[in-house]
């Protein structure tokens, strides 16, 4: 399974905000910080923002932050809100045109576990543990104060 950018991008701003929890960021300072595309971002920071996950604040001290506490945004959520489906062979699309063998094949069933499985660890997960190493991330991403 291979997530899209977008999913990427958005748990690299999450680890970016979780670094300084309470602190407002910019979309050019987080773009800065990991050398990705601005025009991404804001479509990443918008779609986290209408989720609740980030709130955004207009003006002169504009930007976004945590709209929550970083012990508060499981993974396993921010992966499900992220990425558009997770049929990751056609059996497993509804919209998809089918298999020939679909009635009698168990493919599907296995990669469904393997799907909940993946799900059930990442939900085990939150912000708050990938941002851990504060000092470290901060000095990486060149975050200050």
């Known amino acids: 399974m291979r997530l899209t950018k977008h999913t990427d991008y958005s748990l690299r701003v999450l680890v970016y905000l979780g670094v300084r929890p309470g602190r407002v960021a910019t979309i050019e300072e987080v773009a800065d910080a990991y050398t990705i595309s601005r025009n991404h971002l804001m479509k990443v920071v918008h779609r986290l923002a209408t989720h609740g996950i980030v709130e955004t604040q207009r003006g002169r001290h504009g930007g976004f932050r945590l709209a929550r506490d970083p012990s508060a945004i ?33 493919l599907r069933g296995a990669l469904h576990d393997a799907t909940n499985a993946w799900f059930a660890v990442l939900d085990r997960y939150t912000l708050a543990d990938l941002v851990e190493r504060q000092t470290e991330l901060a000095e990486l991403l060149q975050i200050s104060g």
């Open 74 to 106: 499981g993974l396993g959520a921010v992966v499900r809100i992220t990425e558009p489906d997770f049929a990751v062979v056609e059996c497993m699309d509804p919209h998809g045109d089918g298999c020939v063998i679909y009635g009698s094949c168990a």
